[in-house]
């Protein structure tokens, strides 16, 4: 069974910086998508940033001078480091990993940025 487990999320004053992880468990071979996706309440759930078992990334506009997506094929781990944050990066953030047929969500840990 193919959990994801995140953790880093919290509150934060706007200009500063969080580091989220998440680890994938029940898989024996490295992953080809893993990513962050966000969810702010009344909105849909949106990309944030993906990176490929290759390093390729692709992040949102709104994101990509502020925000670092990173891995560790090895351990299936992925991170998401953001600095310089805003009030409206505000949203419950989602740890994802695709492989061909096989698509995983974690349970969501909370990022409020106060303004």
């Known amino acids: 069974q193919v959990q994801l487990m995140e953790s880093g999320g919290g509150l934060v004053q706007a200009g500063g910086s969080l580091r989220l992880s998440c680890a994938a468990s029940g898989i024996g071979f490295s992953i080809n998508i893993m990513g962050w996706y966000r969810q702010a309440p009344g909105r849909q759930r949106e990309l944030v940033a993906t990176?490929?078992?290759?390093?390729?990334?692709n992040y949102k506009d709104s994101v990509k001078d502020r925000f670092t997506i990173s891995r560790d094929n090895a351990k299936n781990t992925v991170h998401l480091q953001m600095d310089s944050l805003k009030p409206e990066d505000t949203a419950v953030y989602y740890c994802?990993?695709?492989?061909?047929?096989?698509?995983?969500w974690g349970q969501g840990t909370q990022v409020t940025v106060s303004s």
């Open positions: 994802s990993a695709e492989h061909g047929a096989l698509s995983r």
């Open positions: 990176i490929t078992n290759r390093g390729n990334t």
